[in-house]
């Protein structure tokens, strides 16, 4: 689509002919021309006259989607007048002479339908240091969701939602999937990878819905197969876990030293599938799902809770297990689950925080809060006003957190029980 500047002058008058021109010219062959001719014509002639129709009426086609192409431009031009992203200047004759502008695209995603980009140019004057602070801005004035922003030398592409994500509702759910299924449903257009985008992370206030969260991907875990190890320091809902039938009793910690054999038994696991499976020039490349391995995840909840009540040499054994398995455990299908009240630097430094392939932040953080969770100077965060709403990001689809909504689980929905059917 044509680059849209101050300059641009919207074709106004061009489409609104056409389209006068069409109906006046079909309705004087249909209505007065055809019927006044028609028993004198042979059939090739009111063919001909019938192929004239079709053309003009693909014209028109033609005409109304330049039309729309044109309204989209017409929307870019109002926004840099809007928002005086130009720089004038009056002549000597008092008339007023544009001498920058910012230049901006809409460019149609092909490859995913559900969104569209608005492109920005840098074309390196006085008016560059606006091209990438513009996001808050088009999404107030588009109206549309901003998932994206990403930076390159000559342009900034702001890329945002065109079909409004859904809610996930448990109930409604089929969690029996593939069991050789490696994803991870959030919404209902945010999925990811976990063999691609490995280890988890979530940071939430009580009453945030961190807790549902966290239990949600326990079940989209059993269902694909994954064996399930949970530290839950502070005997909490996630320790229940242990009364689950058939759900290895041993795979549940509260207590710091239980917590810590956990993670050596894991880390253990982990060497030995390096060992088995990883040891060869046959191994280059691969990763577990090649091998037929289901995933093995730990989920320890109050990760901060854990280091501060804990012995130290045992939090200090128990952290290193766990720095362990974050840095190596990807290519092995050893996953991570962490989850926190708030973000703790002593905790989350950012050479870990970078190996956790899905970061979200529940409710409302603090800006060095945001800043610990996604390590980004990315402010656009939007206010959360509902419980299970936040932000996330996952490495390898999205450059920046987005907003989303946590699957919802009704006052009916019994977690257990639907548990109970992957053991």
């Known amino acids: 689509m044509k680059r849209v500047s101050i300059n641009w002058v919207y074709p106004f008058w061009g489409s609104r002919i056409i389209f006068f021109l069409f109906i006046v010219v079909v309705l004087f062959i249909d ?13 090739n002639q009111i063919l001909l006259i019938c192929s004239i129709e079709i053309l003009l009426s693909s014209l028109f086609v033609f005409g109304q989607f330049n039309r729309s192409k044109y309204l989209k431009q017409k929307k870019l031009f109002k926004f840099i007048k809007l928002n005086q992203l130009y720089i004038t200047q009056i002549t000597e004759t008092k008339e007023k002479k544009y001498i920058e502008t910012l230049e901006m695209e809409w460019i149609e995603n092909k490859e995913d339908t559900s969104t569209f980009t608005i492109r920005v140019y840098n074309i390196g004057g006085l008016l560059s240091h606006k091209v990438n602070d513009l996001g808050s801005k088009l999404e107030a004035y588009l109206g549309k969701k901003l998932i994206s922003n990403t930076k390159q030398l000559t342009y900034t592409d702001y890329t945002f939602e065109l079909i409004k994500d859904e809610r996930l509702k448990v109930s409604d759910l089929n969690l029996e999937k593939d069991r050789n299924s490696t994803v991870i449903q959030l919404t209902k257009k945010i999925s990811y990878d976990i063999s691609k985008s490995p280890h988890g992370l979530t940071v939430g206030t009580t009453g945030s819905g961190k807790s549902m969260f966290l239990n949600y991907k326990i079940l989209q875990y059993a269902s694909i197969g994954a064996d399930i190890y949970i530290c839950d320091p502070k005997n909490a809902d996630l320790s229940l876990l242990r009364y689950v039938s058939g759900f290895p009793e041993d795979n549940v910690a509260v207590t710091s030293n239980q917590i810590c054999k956990i993670l050596r038994v894991v880390n ?3 060497m030995n599938r390096y060992d088995k499976y990883f040891s060869g020039q046959g191994s280059f490349g691969k990763d577990f799902t090649d091998f037929g391995l289901k995933p093995i995840v730990v989920f320890i909840d109050e990760v901060t809770a ?13 952290m290193s297990y766990l720095y362990n398995l974050v840095m190596m455990g990807r ?34 953080l603090s800006e ?13 965060y939007k206010s959360i006003q509902i419980k299970g709403g936040g932000h996330v990001q996952i490495d390898g689809k999205m450059t920046l957190p987005t907003y989303f909504e946590t699957p919802f689980f009704d006052k009916n929905f019994d977690f257990l029980k639907e548990l109970q059917k992957y053991y």
């Open 31 to 43: 209505l007065y021309f055809l019927p006044l001719i028609a028993l004198k014509l042979s059939i």
């Open 268 to 270: 253990t696991k982990m």
């Open 306 to 318: 854990f280091v501060k009540v804990s012995d130290k040499k045992i939090a200090e054994e128990a």
């Open 331 to 364: 290519q092995v299908g050893v996953l991570i689950e962490a989850s926190l009240q708030r973000p703790d630097a002593s905790i989350l430094d950012g050479a870990i925080r970078d190996q956790l392939g899905c970061r979200v932040a529940l409710g409302n």
């Open 368 to 380: 060095d809060g945001y800043r610990m969770v996604f390590g980004s100077n990315f402010k656009d």
